[in-house]
């Protein structure tokens, strides 16, 4: 093997002379071949051996269960991502949940198995300010240092900043030092779970590069693996298209690519003015209140619905001679008020009689609408967008539960065959 290797090398020293000199094709063709042969072989040796591993069929009862840290969103080993308009809550509520892993309480309906180590970055806020919202989370909630136990840990990029890709040109950097660095400290701390807060203050890539945010994005998934941790990114969504009402996962700002890369997504909207009108809540502050969706959770089934918050107010009681004291906002779980909440079933049963004694079609357009009978019956007026809500919601909350159905029929007036509602099980 040595003197085939050794022939090859003088077989490409003769070859390289004769490239600085003239050369013709002939009786030393012999010699360039073993050139091209002896540069192939050690091409081959310096990549890495690829091999299909079998599945080995396994007793599932062996195979070690996901291991969620929080709910069902935040897992060990994986990045998940949140996703928020600015100024709606996000931090807010994110702080909160570290609080309830640090401590091991129930602050927001997601119960905590164990006491969590969480690790906080805020990319743009200064420590200060991190720290106002968890003590006013604190005060809020009763949570003594005692409870937290050291189990919390913040940063502020301001003063330790994070930045794991750079783009040099045409050329994505990864810094992989850094990402050494960062699993280090999480291995040393043993931290369960890092909160990156935003996105966009750990990188300096396009966001509308799909391929550099996806690189991004799965370093951070490498960081949650050689960790065994796990990885929050906290991300803005786009501007508002002309018309839409409320926010998906698919509304990340940027590419898609980061929604793609995540296990698990989630995306905050505020309360409408329609949800505000059935909670009875006045439109000024419906500001204070949001609703958390799953967007994407291809490790769980879809939530049933929707988890809803409230932003307390919370005084700090810093007050000095020159400056007047903080109030900020800390995130409580709410409950939006359930559409039959405030009806009784005297209510829905002269809702029936009244279907009964006329004919009301399914269309919301028709002139003879069934949300007009219903209207009559509860006192709400069908030409005010709040009250047409909720009479829309009503309808398909009763005809789902079979006390209205729908049935085939003819509009007299119009001349023209229609979806009738008429009564189903009555009450």
């Given at each position: ?33 073993a050139f091209e042969r002896f540069a192939a072989e050690r091409q081959a040796d310096a990549l890495p051996r690829i091999m299909a591993t079998p599945f080995v069929y396994r007793d599932p009862r062996t195979i070690p269960p996901r291991r969620w840290l929080y709910g069902r969103h ?83 990029g301001r003063e330790t900043p994070i930045r794991i890709a750079i783009r040099q040109r045409d050329a994505i950097m990864i810094a992989q030092p850094l990402i050494d660095a960062l699993i280090a400290e999480i291995r040393e701390r043993q931290i369960d779970l890092i909160i990156i ?182 006192g709400l007026d069908p030409a005010d967008k709040g009250a047409r809500g909720q009479i829309t919601r009503l309808l398909t909350l009763w005809k789902r539960n079979g006390t209205l159905k729908t049935k085939p029929g003819r509009d007299t007036r119009a001349g023209r065959d229609i ?9």
């Amino acid at each position: 093997m040595t003197a085939s290797i050794n022939a090859n090398l003088q077989a490409l020293e003769r070859a390289q002379s004769r490239s600085r000199g003239s050369f013709s094709p002939g009786r030393d063709d012999d010699e360039v071949v073993a050139f091209e042969r002896f540069a192939a072989e050690r091409q081959a040796d310096a990549l890495p051996r690829i091999m299909a591993t079998p599945f080995v069929y396994r007793d599932p009862r062996t195979i070690p269960p996901r291991r969620w840290l929080y709910g069902r969103h935040f897992i060990r080993r994986y990045a998940t991502a949140t996703i928020a308009p600015g100024g709606l809550g996000k931090s807010s509520l994110e702080l909160v949940e570290a609080l309830a892993m640090a401590t091991g309480r129930n602050l927001l309906g997601a119960p905590v198995k164990e006491p969590l180590r969480i690790w906080y970055w805020n990319g743009e806020d200064p420590r200060e300010e991190v720290e106002r919202r968890l003590m006013a989370a604190c005060l809020h909630y009763g949570i003594t240092a005692e409870e937290i136990g050291g189990r919390l840990f913040i940063d502020s990029g301001r003063e330790t900043p994070i930045r794991i890709a750079i783009r040099q040109r045409d050329a994505i950097m990864i810094a992989q030092p850094l990402i050494d660095a960062l699993i280090a400290e999480i291995r040393e701390r043993q931290i369960d779970l890092i909160i990156i807060d935003p996105f966009v203050s750990c990188h300096d890539v396009p966001e509308n590069d799909n391929g550099a945010v996806d690189r991004v994005t799965k370093a951070w998934a490498g960081i949650a693996e050689a960790a065994n941790c796990g990885v929050e990114l906290v991300h803005h969504v786009r501007k508002a298209s002309n018309g839409q009402a409320a926010y998906s996962v698919e509304d990340a700002r940027g590419g898609s690519a980061m929604i793609g890369a995540v296990r698990s997504a989630r995306v905050l909207n505020g309360m409408s003015p329609e949800e505000a009108s059935q909670a009875g809540i006045e439109t000024e502050h419906r500001r204070r209140y949001f609703r958390v969706d799953d967007g994407k959770a291809n490790m769980q089934p879809p939530s049933d619905g929707a988890a809803w918050h409230h932003l307390v107010s919370v005084e700090l009681g810093n007050e000095t001679a020159d400056a007047p004291g903080d109030w900020v906002g800390v995130v409580t779980e709410w409950s939006l008020p359930a559409l039959s909440d405030a009806l009784s079933p005297g209510d829905l049963r002269k809702v029936q009689e009244a279907i009964d004694g006329g004919t009301w079609a399914d269309n919301s357009q028709s002139k003879i609408w069934a949300g007009k009978a219903v209207a009559e019956v509860l006192g709400l007026d069908p030409a005010d967008k709040g009250a047409r809500g909720q009479i829309t919601r009503l309808l398909t909350l009763w005809k789902r539960n079979g006390t209205l159905k729908t049935k085939p029929g003819r509009d007299t007036r119009a001349g023209r065959d229609i979806t009738l509602i008429v009564v189903g099980e009555r009450v």
